[in-house]
């Protein structure tokens, strides 16, 4: 079983920032790429950045410049750092992981959501 935790959210104001944090634990053979998503109230989940094992870096349009995703592979651990923050950034983020459980299997697990809350 692989386990996923996020931490670091929270209530802040506009153009302030926050810092997410996500652990991977459990069997793990190897974690692959790691990602945050987002979702907002009456609002589909949409992504926000993801990261490769190699560090490479995607983020969605509305994030660039603002968030930075990076990670430590020896520890299993993924951040997302969130500047310039907006209402409209208002969300649950989740973090997911793809895992090798043993050299063979790949699964996605999902963290269960850290809710972040920023006032105008």
């Known amino acids: 079983q692989v386990h996923l935790v996020e931490s670091g959210g929270g209530s802040v104001q506009a153009g302030e920032s926050l810092r997410l944090s996500c652990v991977a634990s459990g069997f793990i053979y190897k974690v692959n790429n790691m990602a945050w998503h987002r979702q907002a109230p009456g609002k589909q989940r949409e992504l926000v950045a993801t990261?490769?094992?190699?560090?490479?870096?995607t983020y969605a349009d509305s994030m660039e410049g603002r968030f930075v995703i990076s990670r430590d592979n020896a520890k299993n651990t993924v951040w997302l750092q969130m500047d310039s923050l907006k209402a409209e950034d208002t969300a649950v983020y989740y973090c997911n992981a793809d895992v090798q459980v043993n050299r063979n299997y790949e699964y996605k697990y999902w963290g269960q959501g850290t809710q972040v809350t920023v006032s105008s």
């Open positions: 990261i490769t094992s190699g560090g490479i870096t």
